[in-house]
């Protein structure tokens, strides 16, 4: 049971374009939504966060959107750069969890030059 | 500060065989985790440990052990391997702060099971 929904699995985008991740959550219980970045042969890291006392959380060229009504969150990735090429997890977590995240599918994202 | 290393890189097992995955982390964190990475599954929690001499189950503990007799490391055991183990396996450490749940993985190690 997958408790959250990523997509797409993979994403192709131009260089300068915006990439845009979207992942959907069913347990209400949740409360705080990351943003995991992996490079190929590598483990994953940090790349952003938000709770859902915010609607948006901006970090340079990053932003998470959270609709906490409909259950669902999205990456943007603004002017996208060949750089930015990786796979990218969504997660949840709530505080009573012991950090525990459950993590989405996963989208494969290629920016071209 | 190495942060999370995992041992070995790369493992080939046959069918029936056994090995121990060693974790260490030198954050001095409380938590630590172990994932399998599977194509098209993200990454799903197979065991976790909240503290020294404490383990738990995850989403798909079966078919595997751990064990965390020191704070700085989490051992992660199959005892009998069988092809469907065949995956990359991470283990990742977090501190207790009730405000980050900031997560840090090891490079990973991919198994395979033959």
């Known amino acids: 049971q997958q408790q959250v929904k990523q997509s797409p699995q993979s994403l192709i985008v131009q260089k300068g374009g915006i990439s845009i991740i979207n992942c959907a959550y069913e347990?209400?219980?949740?409360?705080?939504f990351p943003w995991y970045q992996q490079f190929p042969g590598k483990g994953p890291a940090l790349l952003i966060a938000?709770?859902?006392?915010?609607s948006e959380k901006k970090e340079g060229r990053f932003t998470i959107s959270f609709n906490k009504s409909a259950k669902q969150f999205s990456l943007h990735i603004m002017d996208s750069q060949p750089g930015d090429s990786a796979t990218y997890f969504c997660?949840?977590?709530?505080?009573?969890?012991?950090?525990?995240?459950?993590f989405g599918e996963g989208t494969q994202l290629t920016v071209n030059p | 500060n190495a942060g999370v290393t995992q041992t070995p890189k790369f493992r080939v097992l046959k069918t029936g065989q056994s090995m121990t995955l060693l974790c260490a982390q030198d954050?001095?964190?409380?938590?630590m985790y172990w994932y399998r990475q599977d194509p098209g599954m993200g990454l799903r929690l197979i065991h976790y440990?909240?503290?020294?001499?404490?383990?738990a189950k995850g989403e798909v503990p079966d078919g595997y052990n751990v064990s965390r007799l020191k704070k700085q490391n989490f051992l992660l055991g199959l005892e009998s391997a069988a092809p469907s183990q065949t995956s990359v396996y991470f283990c990742?450490?977090?501190?207790?702060?009730?405000?980050?749940?900031?997560?840090?993985f090891g490079p990973g190690t991919r198994l395979t099971v033959t």
């Open positions: 990742a450490s977090s501190s207790f702060t009730p405000t980050i749940y900031e997560q840090y």
């Open positions: 347990n209400t219980a949740f409360d705080y």
């Open positions: 938000i709770r859902p006392d915010v």
């Open positions: 997660a949840a977590s709530k505080e009573t969890s012991g950090s525990r995240l459950t």
């Open positions: 954050m001095n964190h409380e938590y």
């Open positions: 440990s909240v503290g020294e001499g404490t383990t």
